[in-house]
Nanobody, 126 residues
Framework: QVQLVESGGALVQAGASLRLSCAAS????????VGWFRQAPGAECEFVAT????????YYNDSVKGRFTVSRDNTKNTVYLQMNSLKPEDTAVYYC???????????????????YGQGTQVTVSS
């Protein structure tokens, strides 16, 4: 059974940093590209970042470029999202998602991924 479990969400002040983790089990992790998405209350799901199964390349939403960094450790079956200079508009539930193989031109589309986590809440106060 495939499981993706996010952790690391918290309530922080604007300007703070957080590192989210996405731990995978039940799949050959090194064969899966992994993306991060987020959903704020009343908003649609938004692409945040994604990383190829091999660790490169990675792609970002323009709104987080330069502040967020996605990385992975295939020996630990884990993908990370380092979030710096957090803003109140980053407040959302963050989800990781895995898709087998390389990233396609639809890497920013939530529905194109195969497996999904349950999410972790990130709240940034002003």
């Amino acid at each position: 059974q495939v499981q993706l479990v996010e952790s690391g969400g918290a309530l922080v002040q604007a300007g703070a940093s957080l590192r989210l983790s996405c731990a995978a089990s039940g799949l050959t992790f090194s064969a899966y590209s992994v993306g991060w998405f987020r959903q704020a209350p009343g908003a649609e799901c938004e692409f945040v970042a994604t990383i190829k199964y091999s660790g490169s390349p990675a792609y970002y939403n323009d709104s987080v470029k330069g502040r967020f960094t996605v990385s992975r450790d295939n020996t630990k079956n884990t993908v990370y999202l380092q979030m710096n200079s957090l803003k109140p508009e980053d407040t959302a539930v963050y989800y990781c998602a895995a898709v087998r193989g390389t990233l396609t031109s639809n890497y920013n589309v939530y529905a194109t991924y195969d497996y999904y986590g349950q999410g972790t809440q990130v709240t940034v106060s002003s």
